[in-house]
């Protein structure tokens, strides 16, 4: 049976926070049909390994490995191809996101076809929430929206936008 959620999470060096992350993950999905898909960048770091240890054991979670280091977007896009839930979940594994907030992004898509989510405590340096807090402001003026944080990863969608993205 396909799960109804796919949560797909790109990493890159990312070891320390696998499993903090993924029992967050399973702690906020209780009693939810869901999987989860890691996508490892090509990680140098021992990644590759504790994901394939933490997979084996829990068979809701998977992982895809790339060789080389691809990108951020690489990384997102073999995920979103890969996901079988009706809901698309991304987010980064860098913990700057909490998979609590997750029920609460899938709750809105009863009304919106994809909802952003937004990283209100951000843990990088001064000068990268500035220029995001510029970028957010430009982008905003001149696409007419009010999105708070267009570089959080913490987004939410329903499985027939992405299809049609392909």
């Known amino acids: 049976m396909n799960p109804d959620i796919s949560i797909i999470i790109p990493l890159y060096n990312e070891v320390d926070n696998i499993e903090p992350l993924s029992h967050s993950i399973i702690n906020a999905m209780q009693g939810r049909n869901y999987e989860v898909i890691f996508v490892d960048d090509g990680s140098a770091d021992g990644s590759a390994r504790k994901l394939r ?3 084996a054991q829990h068979t809701n979670f998977r992982a895809i ?3 080389k280091n691809a ?4 990384a997102m896009d073999a995920g979103f191809r890969h996901a079988a839930g009706k809901y698309v979940v991304s987010m980064d ?3 700057q996101n909490d998979p609590a907030d997750i029920p609460k992004l899938l709750e809105k ?3 919106y076809d994809m909802v952003c989510g937004w990283r209100q405590k951000r843990n990088d340096p001064w ?3 500035i220029s995001s807090k510029v970028a957010n402001y430009i982008r905003n003026k001149l696409s007419r929206e009010d999105i ?3 570089g959080c990863s913490l987004k939410a969608y329903r499985r027939e936008c992405l299809d049609h993205i392909r």
């Open 53 to 55: 240890e933490w997979c």
């Open 65 to 67: 490995h790339f060789k």
């Open 71 to 74: 990108g951020q977007t690489a």
């Open 93 to 95: 594994a860098d913990m």
């Open 109 to 111: 898509l009863n009304t």
């Open 127 to 129: 000068l990268k929430r």
């Open 148 to 150: 708070k944080d267009t």
